[in-house]
DNA sequence: AACGTTCCCGTGAACGTTCACGAATTGCCG
DNA sequence: CGGCAATTCGTGAACGTTCACGGGAACGTT
């Protein structure tokens, strides 16, 4: 009835006016509940507006009160469930200030990073995201937009970041693997980026400051894949370590299974600890040590500075702007 | 320099006009990269709109051209893996559209779905989720407003509904638990609404056409833990189960844990087969064998619909509207 | 010199809604 | 009956952008 089968213009608040025989502002009151109209027009304004099956252009209302604010959520894979537990949070802390989130997930491609980000940029107030392309270019791409980025080292003050300290967790982690006896302890970097990570940085300090031997690397896909095939590398080259620290806990769920299949028991074997804290982690056998991450705290802490930003009351300073990591010891390590 | 302290209007085309000496019209071509427009005079408009921090108004540029698609998908829980999987798909979907996804995230709750629903009508082109209430209020809500409901019984044709048939899947895993010589089977069916599901249907008539009494059927909360304490009351009620199906494979997953902690070795003490096909059931031990559905599918499928109903190209019909499960035999049964 | 082309650029209109204001009607009281 | 307030409704303007059109300058052609 109200649908049609010609490709006719769109149904206007005019439209409505006309059929119900009063004038615009009259709809306009009726739909949005103001006062200053009899019971009856509304009503029947209100039927004229189901009959023709007209709804307000969002384009029209948003261009006169400004009132709604969406934000855009830029991740690399929502499937890693890193990023979902990021997300969610960020979902949440969105709701509560009634704000839209638009999700984006560029499937690992810096390509299609590119793509969301000049796109994403005329359709968001602000921008919570994890990027990959450098500075200069997102800076080019957002045009004075304020954008948040998650776990990126604070390089410029152009952008808010949030950084991840995991610093004194990893060195938490090594010490209680040392203390354990361990004194050859390998470390699955990601495979990502053409340089090592922070992660692997804060690994190279803890063990030297445990006084050891710089344990020997392997890359891996972040995947569980990834970390499978990786600690099988390590180990072939390696078979003196008893021992591996991951990037993430997904490789760290890899190499769970690969020693597994290797025939190594986790822990007495091979000690496993891993980054993140992923609930998914409470699931695999044997439960995974890991030093954990307030993931939610993360997305939530990026949406306020969003906010912040956005709204022009003093935004959050960058020692603010820290998630520590800590040593969450479960059966793994 | 280009921030501004005091609360000052929005920066408009005519600003960026007025301080490079030019028309609107000259800017908006400089800007979108029309023709028609002087090298030296574009690079001038350019300079002048970075100087002033110029960003398009997206309602303004939205009203007069309408090109610009978004889609509402709305989950209860994104942190659930079986929405993650979903979501994924959906958004990779509506990339290749190029429509711009908005998400909400219900928390499980029937008053914040009432409210996303509210928002959500004003806001996008058309709407794909997974909806707890009933169709008159749906209805109520959106107005006319395409919207496809996934995982739902299609009671009335008033909404697409991407339907789930794991009818023969169900059947093929309680036939495959009969031929391993079980004769007692239970279920974990889920807690959420006040009848049981239409899995649990599947479930009896599968059972019954086995020849099977009418297993004892427990309820769970859909996650790891309801699931653990839903399996441990089944048994503590019925010992003689030895084996169990479930709701999904979150219950499945944490169905494998109690059992593992009451000395239940799986699959020799206890059987047990999930529902979904989680990436997750394949990382637990030992891995889960699930009736398992292509949740990619499931979101593709819904947004394919959304995109039919929006440019009105012949929709789906409801019997192409199906996504059929089939058994994925692991190790848990 | 008159005329057609090409290249730039600007002006009115339109998109669909809400806001600010004014006008018409009704009711009430003196 | 006059006047004042309250109630109900309508009209111009504004939001910020793009589209359709038209105009002027520069250049070449006959």
């Not at 509560?96 to 989130?101: R, S």
């Not at 409470?282 to 939610?296: I, K, N, Q």
Request: net charge negative; glycine share 10%.
């Amino acid at each position: 009835m109200a649908s049609s089968g010609t490709e006719s213009r769109r149904v206007t608040i005019h439209d409505v006016a006309r059929s119900a025989g009063v004038s615009r502002q009259t709809v306009s009151r009726a739909l949005n509940n103001k006062g200053e109209i009899h019971g009856s027009t509304k009503q029947r304004v209100l039927d004229a507006a189901l009959a023709l099956g007209y709804r307000p252009s969002r384009f029209a209302r948003g261009l006169v009160r400004q009132d709604t604010i969406s934000v855009g959520l830029v991740i690399p894979d929502l499937l890693n469930p890193f990023f979902t537990e990021v997300a969610a949070a960020a979902l949440e802390a969105a709701r509560a200030h009634g704000w839209h989130v638009l999700v984006y997930d560029t499937a690992d491609s810096a390509e299609e990073e590119r793509g969301t980000l000049q796109v994403i940029a005329s359709q968001v107030d602000a921008v919570v995201g994890y990027f990959s392309r450098s500075e200069d270019e997102i800076e080019k791409l957002t045009r004075g937009l304020p954008v948040v980025l998650i776990d990126r080292e604070r390089r410029s003050d152009r952008f808010s970041a949030i950084r991840i300290d995991g610093e004194a967790g990893v060195q938490a982690a090594i010490t209680h693997l040392v203390e354990k006896g361990h004194r050859r302890i390998g470390m699955l970097d990601h495979a990502g980026r053409a340089e090592p990570s922070v992660r692997h940085a804060w690994f190279a300090a803890a063990t030297a400051a445990c006084g050891l031997d710089e344990g020997p690397v392997c890359r891996a896909d972040q995947s569980v894949e990834g970390g499978e095939s990786a600690l099988e590398t390590l180990l072939a080259e390696h078979p003196d370590v008893t021992a591996v620290f991951t990037f993430n806990d997904i490789i760290a769920i890899g190499a769970l299974r690969a020693a597994r299949r290797l025939g190594r028991s986790v822990p007495r074997d091979l000690a496993v600890i891993g980054f993140d804290g992923l609930r998914l982690g409470t699931l695999v056998e044997p439960p995974l040590s890991t030093v954990a991450l307030d993931t939610r705290g993360l997305g939530a802490l990026a949406v306020e500075q969003a906010a912040r930003l956005l709204t022009g009351s003093g935004p959050l300073t960058p020692d603010e702007l820290v998630v520590r990591a800590e040593l969450r010891l479960r059966e793994s390590g």
